[in-house]
Each structure stands twice: as C-alpha cells, then as structure tokens.
C-alpha cells in the first residue's frame, strides 16, 4: 500500500480521465513504436557505419595520436564511389523523417507523464528511468544532427563527440524499451479487442488513429522533399528547400578564409612536403602538374548529407607514395595548410591509397581548384566521408 499522501492524485492532469482523446492507446503508440523501430533502426545502421568510415581521433578517445603520429584508419571499402553519399543521405533524410512519428508517439503517451503514483516499485522506476533517457537522448540526437546539417552551432561542445555518446545512449535506452514494450505491441498486432477505447467516457474522436499516422506521414514526406534533393545533388539539389546553401550547385564547406589560408601560402612558394621514413620529398604546383595526371568523376559526401560530384584531376595517391619512396604504403596522414581545427588533417588507410581513382586533385572540371575548394592541391578518394577529402595539403607521411 503506497503511503496515504501518493494515493490520491493531485488535481490535474494527475486525475484518471483528465486527457480526453480516445484513441489515446497501446493500438496508436504500438503502431507508431513499430514505424520508428524500422526508421530508427536506418539512422542507426548508418550513423555508425558512418563513424566507421569517418573515424575521428576523438578528443578523449584511446586512439587520440601522439603529434605527428597516426589516427586509427579504418579499411572503409573504396567503391562504389557513391556509398558513402547513399549511407550519409539515408542517416540524414531517414532522420529527418523519424521527427514527425516521434512527436506523434510522445503525444500518444504523453498522459503517462503524469501517471500517479509517480513510481509504483524498483521494476518500474528503471522502466521510467530507461524511459526518460530515451525520449531525452532521441530529442538530443535530433536536435544536434538538424543543428550540424544546418551548419547551426548554437552549443559549445564538439558535435561528433555528443552526437556519438549521444547514439550510445539512444541505442541502450531503446533496447530495454523495445524489450519490455514487445509483448505488448505483438498483442496490437494480434488482438483485434485492443482496438476498442480502453475507457468509455472519453469525449468523440476528433481524428481517427489512421489519421495521426497518415498526418506524421505527411509530415515525413515533407521533411523528405525540402532536404533529398542535396544528397542527390546535381539539379536536384535546387529543391531541398529545407537545406542551406541549395543555391550552390558546388557547396563549400570552409571558405579559405575561415580556414586563414591566405594567398601568401598558396602562391609560388607553396610546396607539398611528402615524408617517407627519414626521406623527405618537395614538390612545386608545377612538378605536380609534371607528374602523370589522372582524371575521375567522383562525389564529395559530405557527413551532413548533402554530396555533389565533380570531375576531378590530379596525381593519384599511389603515385605520390612512389615519389615518397614508399610504394605501397599502408597509411597515410595528410595534412592541411590551414593551422588550426579537426578537419585539418585526415589519414587514409593502404587500400584507400591504392584505390586507381584516388588522387591528389589539381583541377576541378578542367580549371585549376578555386581557392575554397582546396588550391592548390587537395585530396579525392572514392567512397569515403567528405572529411577525408582535406583541403590545402601541405604535408602526407606516408607508412610502408
Ligand atoms: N583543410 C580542410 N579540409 C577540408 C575541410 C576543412 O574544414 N579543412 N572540410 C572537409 C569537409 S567536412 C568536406 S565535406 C569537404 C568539402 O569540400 P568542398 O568545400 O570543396 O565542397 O572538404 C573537407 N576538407
Ligand atoms: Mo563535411
């Protein structure tokens, strides 16, 4: 027996009766518990392959390098070219689509919040609990992956990292939910009685449950069409009203500018430094453009989802690791002019250099790079996340 105080509810939305829809139920939440499962499932997939791909030494992660030293590369298949454009417009567009079913689902349950009492025993405290990081880690994933793909930094902490440890807990809080919720969500599926109003002193249903799915439906489809034409790209990408910069049939993720690359660096004394062991090689724009030039018609993917492809040409990886004195290289660590941030510098692994369309572009569609998209030299590798396509390269150590 709770004690005399939690046994009456306090006013409110604490009584019994007080929300009024009647097609409030385990048949609504159930059906759109199941339609997130598979939405929710994609983003998922995708958002960790995507940081298998991707990466990062994160700041406090075990595989943070000693300086000059390499990050954990990870074999990320090289073809075809466009996988990593498919993986990132699903974990992006699929994302988007989950918003309107979640807002649904959480006012289906949302009576539940003022359930009374408030804790019934230790089971159902954990349950609340598991409950609670749940609905606070999907609002968190989502709030933070719209902000990055709007390039909105409205929080101070670094995005990859919440978003990552954000998954983390998003995926744990889920699978003890989708564990104690499945029995219950079966019997939707199997016992029609469900369907009937749990109580009979609701008021007339003002939309029926078909029509809450139909309309976070509709709602999925427009947040659908306003973003997928920039993860298609081309002339599609002039209908994702919803995404920034859809004026731009070449978007640019950091301006030279914002980078501080002035034109000082990248004019006649620039130099590619390449390290091979104790062997040190430089290289003028005009003895790369010396070298044996290679040309591939390949996407920049970018991790916020949008990817557009170009006609590359340059020297291939393979090329300059030869040059380096390290022929079949197992990694490689390239690094920007641009003095400061994470992006700056990326390493590729020994496939990732060997792949035949792997490059250091020169040209983009038969003119030299624009000082935005990475003059005078930047790196092109086939399916891989836009972030391994450095800008600016000043220096690659190669590995043997
Ligand atoms: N040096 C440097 N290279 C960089 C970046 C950067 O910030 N600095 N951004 C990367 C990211 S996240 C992407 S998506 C691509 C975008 O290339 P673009 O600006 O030419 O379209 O460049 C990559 N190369
Ligand atoms: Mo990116």
Redesign the pocket.
């Known amino acids: 027996m709770p004690p005399k105080l939690l046994r009456q509810a306090p006013p409110g939305p604490f009584r019994e009766g007080f929300f009024r829809s009647p097609i409030r139920g385990p048949v609504l939440t159930g059906i759109l518990g199941t339609i997130l499962l598979v939405l929710v499932g994609i983003v998922a997939t995708t958002g960790f392959l995507s940081h298998i791909a991707y990466m990062p030494d994160l700041p406090g992660n075990a595989i943070v390098p000693a300086d000059r030293d390499f990050p954990f590369t990870f074999d990320w298949p090289t073809s075809p070219s466009w996988l990593y454009a498919l993986n990132q417009g699903l974990h992006t567009n699929v994302g988007l689509m989950v918003i309107p079913f979640l807002l649904a689902k959480l006012w289906s349950v949302f009576p539940k919040l003022f359930k009374w009492p408030p804790v019934t025993g230790p089971a159902d405290a954990i349950e609340r609990l598991s409950i609670a990081l749940l609905v606070s880690s999907s609002v968190f994933q989502l709030a933070t992956g719209v902000a990055n793909a709007q390039y909105w930094y409205p929080f101070k902490f670094n995005f990859v990292v919440a978003h990552y440890y954000g998954a983390i807990v998003f995926v744990a809080s889920l699978a003890i939910h989708v564990i104690i919720k499945m029995p219950m969500v079966l019997r939707v599926y199997k016992d029609r009685e469900w369907i009937k109003p749990i109580r009979q002193d609701l008021d007339e249903p003002t939309i029926s449950r078909r029509g809450v799915i139909a309309f976070a439906g509709a709602g999925a489809l427009t947040l659908l069409l306003g973003n997928v034409g920039q993860s298609i790209g081309g002339p599609l990408r002039k209908t994702a009203l919803f995404a920034p910069r859809r004026d731009s049939g070449?978007?640019?993720?950091?301006t030279a500018r914002a980078?501080g690359i002035t034109p000082a660096m990248t004019g006649p004394d620039y130099q590619l430094v390449l390290r091979a062991g104790d062997q040190v090689t430089a290289f003028t724009r005009e003895d790369l453009l010396a070298l044996p030039q290679h040309t591939a018609t390949l996407p920049?993917a970018?991790?916020?989802g949008w990817s557009?492809t170009q006609e590359w040409q340059g020297v291939k990886l393979s090329e300059l690791a030869r040059r380096a004195g390290a022929p079949g290289a197992s990694q490689v660590l390239v690094e920007?002019l641009?003095e400061g941030?994470v992006?700056?510098r990326a390493s590729l692994s020994g496939d990732q250099i060997a792949a035949d369309d792997s490059m250091l572009a020169l040209k983009v569609n038969g003119e030299d790079l624009s000082p935005?998209?990475?003059y005078p030299a930047?790196v092109i590798v086939p399916a891989l996340?836009?972030?391994h396509?450095?800008?600016?390269v000043g220096e690659m150590t190669f590995r043997a």
């Open positions: 070449f978007p640019v993720n950091k980078a920049i970018c991790v916020e557009t920007s641009q941030g992006l700056r935005d998209h990475g930047r996340p836009g972030v396509n450095t800008k600016w």
